[in-house]
């Protein structure tokens, strides 16, 4: 008779092929950061006289800086999934 014995806290260890949750990435902080000056920028510019009451970056061209930089992390985290893929099987 065979007993099969497992250590508990092998299921607790992260495996090396894993990635990091979106959120504790470098990527994520950075996108965060350029969404928030993409805002600020958007509130501040254009708002004072020196442009002739002329908004020359307005709401609209913010939320198309936003979406671009929104489909760029979506590609990033595409692209670090795919290539953290382990080959082979496990046994």
């Not at 260890?13 to 990635?19: E, H, K, S, W």
């Not at 930089?69 to 692209?79: D, E, F, K, S, W």
């Amino acid at each position: 008779m065979s007993v099969n014995t497992h250590n508990d806290h092998s299921s607790a260890v992260r495996n090396a092929n894993d990635i990091k949750i979106s959120t504790r990435t470098l990527e994520f902080a950075v996108y965060v950061a350029a969404v928030l000056a993409t805002i600020i920028t958007a509130a501040v510019v254009g708002d004072d006289a020196s442009e002739n009451g002329v908004d020359v970056f307005n709401a609209s061209q913010a939320m198309q800086y936003i979406t671009f930089l929104t489909v760029g992390l979506m590609i990033a985290r595409g692209l670090a999934k795919a290539g953290n893929r382990a080959h082979g099987t496990h046994a």
